[in-house]
Every structure is written in C-alpha cells, then in structure tokens.
C-alpha cells in the first residue's frame, strides 16, 4: 500500500553513479568518433566480429532472461519435485533430452539453468540440461543436418553430435551430482534487488531485467575476448596440424572454444574444414556448444570456482574419447 | 509506511534496456544488419527487438518503488559495460569485413564451403558457385566445364605480395550466421587497369571465367567501381 509519506531514500551517491554512467557512455561515445577506428583496419575487424557476435547472441539471452524470470515467478518451487522422485539413473538421461524441448543456443540456456538449480531441480539435472540444450535441440539437429547433407558422413554427423553431446552432459552432470545448488552456484550480489514486492508482473521484470543484465556483462566481456583472438591469431595456424590424428582433434576443440560460434549455426562453419576428418569435425561441434570463450566467463560468472575448470576437463575427455572411436568407425 | 519513490536501480537497468532495444530497432530502421548477420539469421533482430521493448515497457511499469534500491558506483560500472557495444555499433561508422579480415581467415577460404556442385553445370556462374569448386574436385570438374563462361562478379579488392600491379584478388565473405563465422571467396582478376584500384575498395568485374588448377581467374574486359552491396556477404 502507498501512502503520502516521503519514500525511502536511496543511499547517497545513487542518482550521482546514474548521471556517471549516462555521461561515461557518451564520452566513450565521443572518445569512439574521435579515435576513428575505420582508420584502423584491425581495430575495425574486431569491432564488427565484437558487434555480430552480441546482435546475435543477445535476443538469446533476452529469451533466456525471459524463461528464468518466468520459472521463478510463475512456476512453483514443488513443480521439481517430480523430477526427484525419477529413479537416479533416469534423472540425467531425462534432463538431458530435456534439452530437446528448448530450442535457443547456449547463451541462453545458462541463465535457465541456473534458476532451475536454484529453484530446487538438482544441479546435477539444471548443468546437464544447460549443456545437452544447445545440441540437443531440434534447430541445431536440422542445421547439422542442412550443412552435412549430401555428405556420406551425414548420418554420423547428425546422430554422432546429439550422442556425444547427451554423453558429455550426462558426464558433467555425473560429476556434479551430489553437490547442492548453494555449493555449485556462485551468489550474486544483485540478486537482492530481484526480490521485489508487489504484484507478479512487475517481480517479473525485475527477474528479466536482473537476468539479462547480469548475462550480458559476461556474454560483452566473452564476446571481446573471442572477437580479439579472431582478430588477432591467423585461423592457418590451426588449419597446419590437419593430418595429425589427435591432434587435429584437439585443434578443432581449440578452434570452436575460440570463435565462439552459435550452435544453430556452427555446423555449416565445421563443415567447411575439408582437410579435417569427420572426428575433428565432430570435435568442434560438440565441444563448441559447451566450452567456449564467452561461455567460460558466463560459466565463471554462473557458478563456483573451478566449475568451469571441470567442464573443461569432462566435456573435453568425451569429446575426444568419442570422436577417436567414431573416427575409427566412421572416417 | 512510505510513498513510491523512483528506484536509481531499475531506472539504471530500463537505460539499459531502452539501449539495446533502441539498437535492434535502429539496425531494422537502417538496414544494418546486413553487416553484422546472414539473412538465414536476421529474424533474431526483430525478434530481440520486440522482447527487448516488451521487458523495457514491464521494467519502466516498475520504476517505482517504496524502498528505492541504491545504485553503487561497481553497478553502474556494470551496466555502463552492458551498453558500451551499443554504443560502439552506434558511433562507428557502418563498415563490413575487409582485407584485413581476408587475411586472418585465409585458412577457412581454402577450406571453402560445402555447396551443391550439381548447381554449377547449368545457369549463371556465381561467387558461390566458386567456393563450391575451390571446395570439391567435383565441383572444379563442374566449372573447369565452364571455362570461357562470361561471368561478372562483385567484391572487394585484396592483394597478395608481389601481385603483378594489373591483378588483384576479388574477395566476398560468404556467411552462415554472423560475420564471426564468414568464408572468404577470392578470385583473381587479370588484366585490370594498373593501380586504379585501392584494397578494399568495392569492384564488379566482368570477363571470361578460367578454372586453373586451384584457383579461379577472370580475364577482365571490364572492373569498374561501385558502391557496396547492400548485403556485403553473402549467404551459405
């Protein structure tokens, strides 16, 4: 209820960090037209790989910020409930093919699967939905199939990626099982500000506008970084090491963790490498959609301290251990 | 009990917002996109537009507060970082990939692009169409069948050292999603006038299409500037 009474003030200095931020951003603004960076043709490179990568990355966040908002406010704290009582060994397989039903690349399935972890689902489900989501999911499985077909190896390809990619979730959630969400999940000193009272709607828009700004400071830093490493490290380097069995594999893993690429559409970048075999093509596309540079400062931001550390490791060891055996299988 | 007062927060997280989504709409408005996305994927644009203003117009509902949250100088530093690409895509003159990108990805352009390579018996002989040749001896097959073929391409100039100074390398990216995963296509272009044209400066050409081992030339009767493309890339 309101009354006439003066409302509580923000502390000293709040509106003077609003007038701070909207005059940072025109100066940089000034400072951008002054330096000129179309003169500089390497800084002009980064900016549009820096820019692409955010216009297409940030409407996935936004619709990610808009499903965790949604499961806080509207769907009650028991809903998961179910899921608990699936015997144990179905828990991770279920959650995996979960992913399935949720068609957005990896930027947004982080924020949902944080708020599924710390809404009561497990968090070894939450990390194994997160990561099977930008494989699994039928978008992704047509553009494999789009970008490799015509191919004979378009069947392992289609099934060896969502496989894997089930598998190496499943790993990770393996490991994390066991571990409570207040252990897996990094606090988040905004997320005060998220509790807001008053009616449901406006709770809501604050989780949205919470979720999307705490995403997207990460996915910015992440976007920056991969944007400079294709600036600045020539692709040929990776193409020299082709031939050499596993280490092409571990080349491919390094390329797709470097560019940083959307999982609806790395599959037509994966296929154009020719000169790699279908195990290192496999490589990129199943490790990409889990460990990559933006990813790594959204995981960091997300989740405890050596969370990110792990993945690597598990997602990486499946990766590589399946794509071996599906090269000698297949390739 | 106290009356509703403005929140420094959530009008900090609605300027937010409001920059994002005054960004999409002014890449719709502008047609920019095309600079930064292939036209398989520009439907994110509108669509992040409209979701960004729907959580703008629920965040600007809820300015309002009985106790207003503090803004620190650590949170304002945060959200001026999450506006900052606004800001950059908004101040920066609109440019596409150039020479310079071209390149960095030359592994990628020789690995080429997986096209059909039935599409090049028949019809027009396009850029993309060479990418599929440079791709797959099928496809090379296929074009060296058209050798002799009038053809006329739109790109960007690049050269590589020691170029004769009549030559140069016509250059498109071809891009699935966003520039961040663009395939240089390059052709080289004999018999064009010496030194008339700067690298990155945009040329159609037009000649006779020669398929020779793993390259692909065109002897030019005709290179004349143009403008840029509206869609400077083109799409897989």
Known sequence: MVDLARPAPPRTGSWTNVLLLGGGLALAALVLRAIDPGRIAGLQNFFIIFGSLLIEAVPFIVMGAVVSAGIEVFVPARAFDRMATLPKPLQLPVAGIAGFAFPVCECGSVPVARRLAAKGLSPAAAVTFMLSAPILNPIVIASTYVAYRGRDTLWAMVLGRSFLGLMAAMAVGWVVAGRSSSEILRPRPDEEHHHESGPRWSSFAGHLAGDFLFMGRYLVIGAAAAALLQTFVPQSIIGSVADTPVLALVAMMGLAFVLSLCSESDAFVAASFVQFGVGAQLAFLVFGPMVDTKLGILYSATFSKGFFRMVVLVVGTVTLMGTLWIEVLVG | ?236
């Not at chain 2, 650590?74 to 900052?84: F, K, P, V, W, Y």
């Not at chain 2, 993309?128 to 296929?142: F, K, N, T």
């Not at chain 2, 390059?186 to 398929?211: H, I, K, M, N, S």
Request: neutral net charge; glycine residues 10%.
């Open chain 2, 1 to 236: 009990m106290h009356r509703a007062g403005l929140s420094p927060v959530r009008v900090a997280s609605a300027l937010a917002l409001a920059s994002w989504a005054g960004l999409f709409w002014f890449l719709i408005g502008s047609g920019r996109t095309s600079l930064y996305l292939s036209s398989r994927t520009d439907w994110v644009v509108p669509v992040g537009a409209i979701v960004l203003t729907a959580a703008l117009a629920g965040r600007l509902l809820s300015l309002r507060t009985a106790r207003p949250e503090a803004l620190t100088r650590r949170e304002a530093l945060a959200i001026g970082l999450t506006i900052l690409p606004v800001v950059t895509v908004l101040a920066l003159p609109p440019a596409s990939l150039g020479s310079f990108a071209a390149d960095r990805r030359s592994s990628l352009a020789s690995a080429g692009f997986s096209g059909d390579a039935g599409d090049i018996s028949s019809g027009e002989v396009t850029l993309v169409d060479v990418a599929s040749a440079l791709r797959s001896g099928e496809g090379m097959q296929q074009l060296t069948k058209r050798a002799g073929a009038e053809v006329g391409f739109v790109g960007f100039v690049t050269r590589d050292p020691g170029m004769p100074a009549d030559e140069f390398l016509l250059t498109r990216f071809l891009v699935s999603c966003c520039a961040a995963d663009a395939l240089s296509i390059q052709v080289r272009v004999v018999g064009a006038p010496p030194g008339r044209f700067e690298a990155d400066q945009w040329v159609r050409a037009e000649g006779l299409l020669y398929p020779l081992g793993g390259e692909v030339i065109v002897d030019a009767t005709l290179v004349e500037g143009v403008p840029r493309p509206d869609r400077p890339y083109l799409n897989s």
